[in-house]
């Protein structure tokens, strides 16, 4: 099982990136994906889960209206655009997947994630 993300950079606040999960060693159609962020010194914050069938689609409160998340079942991957960045968007950002997940926003009840990549958002 391989949960790849990568997108990641260095951008102004106010700027936009398109972070991408590419999955693979599991059956993607069956698992809900999600993603979670962690700054330096601070928990792991969820950022946004798409249900295993494509709906709901939730997002955390901090991210709503900024973030669109989606998904490409015939590529594996699921993404994720970041508009209007502010500078405590900064985190390292990870891809997690659950069978039949239904956009949970809860860490505990993913079972498999990625490594994560990097965004750092400047002044």
């Known amino acids: 099982v391989q949960l790849q993300a990568s997108g990641g950079g260095l951008v102004q606040a106010g700027g936009s990136l398109t972070l991408s ?4 060693g599991f059956t993607f159609k069956e698992y ?11 928990e792991r914050e969820f950022v946004a889960a798409i249900s295993w069938i494509g709906t709901p689609i939730n997002y955390g409160d901090s991210v709503k209206a900024r973030f669109t998340m989606s998904r490409d079942k015939a590529r594996n991957s699921v993404y994720l655009q970041l508009n209007n960045l502010k500078i405590e968007d900064t985190a390292n950002y990870f891809c997690a997947a659950r069978r039949f997940g239904r956009g949970d926003s ?3 009840l993913y ?8 965004v750092t958002v400047s002044s």
């Open 111 to 118: 079972e498999y994630w990625g490594r994560g990549t990097l």
């Open 32 to 42: 809900g994906l999600g993603w979670f962020r962690q700054a330096p010194g601070k």
């Open 21 to 24: 999960c590419a999955a693979s």
């Open 106 to 108: 809860s860490a505990e």
